[in-house]
């Protein structure tokens, strides 16, 4: 079947073998993350789902890796929620090749040396980062003063967990470079390439079961799923459920769910605030 929707809509390759696609305003986006990298910076890479991070990632580690211009050490675990200071240092002695000191002074005095020696500079990757814990976030703070150069990569809410009042601390530190998703019929609908390059092709399918060509509006409305602009799936590809907004902004879960579901009344004081949080991250009831 897949040889029979290629040569039928002219393809010579379905949509995951398309490649990386660098637009003009990707290639600025690319441009100031290795420059940023380059200086030393702590960095924030934040999109959506679907946006691009991960390739956008790989692109730059591999052209960076080819030219030695960095040395490149990150956090590969999986749980980034039980992540803290103390993984992430051990990490860094991992990929340094190093064993850390048993005592805890020895063993941080040990790594500022080895990031201050390196014949280039050092940086440190954490991918999820919108799952750390605010107290690792703030910790990172005494690595990024010993010139260690940290990315973090996650969905939305990481850039606005370092915008808020209580992370001023390590946030203002922060370069925050922000991807954005396809706003302009699929335009319109989706978000992100991942959501382009699956409904795309979903529609392909059943346009050639179908016979039809070209491909129809309808069509493409006919396979996005019942809750693809539901409020709670959009939130999650900010990288938001009700549980993270009831802990980040200090609500209470039940309160969040039921303003969710529209049966808080607007003019509960939490009801008016989560109305303003909507309106900050993009969204709307």
């Not at 290639?27 to 702590?42: A, K, Q, T």
Request: proline share 3%.
């Amino acid at each position: 079947m897949l040889t029979d929707i290629l040569k039928t809509y002219k393809l010579n390759s379905d949509f995951s073998r398309a490649g990386f696609y660098a637009s003009k305003e990707l290639g600025r986006l690319e441009e100031n993350l290795v420059e940023h990298m380059r200086l030393g910076h702590f960095v924030a890479l934040t999109g959506p789902v679907g946006v691009g991070k991960t390739t956008l990632i790989h692109k730059v580690k591999g052209d960076m890796q080819k030219s030695k211009a960095v040395l490149i050490s990150e956090s590969q675990a999986l749980e980034k929620e039980k992540v803290t200071i103390a993984l992430i240092v051990n990490a860094l002695f991992m990929d340094f090749g190093e064993k850390p000191d048993r005592d805890r002074e020895s063993r941080d005095r040990k790594l500022f040396q080895l990031i201050e020696k390196s014949p280039r500079q050092v940086v440190f990757f954490i991918d999820d980062a919108h799952r750390l814990q605010a107290q690792t976030l703030a910790g990172l703070k005494g690595l990024v003063e010993k010139k260690l150069c940290v990315v973090l990569v996650g969905h939305p809410r990481l850039g606005f967990k370092l915008a808020r009042g209580l992370m001023e601390e390590i946030g203002l530190r922060c370069e925050h470079l922000e991807m954005r998703g396809a706003r302009e019929e699929m335009a319109l609908i989706c978000r992100t390439p991942l959501q382009v390059q699956r409904i795309a092709w979903e529609a392909l399918k059943q346009g050639f079961e179908e016979g039809e060509q070209p491909i129809s509006r309808e069509t493409i409305l006919n396979v996005i799923a019942p809750d693809f602009r539901d409020i709670r799936t959009e939130l999650r590809r900010l990288g938001y459920t009700a549980r993270d907004i009831a802990y980040d902004y200090g609500y209470n879960a039940t309160q969040v769910n039921r303003f969710l579901d529209g049966k808080l009344p607007a003019d509960d004081p939490a009801a008016r605030q989560m109305a303003v949080f909507l309106k900050a991250v993009g969204l709307g009831l």
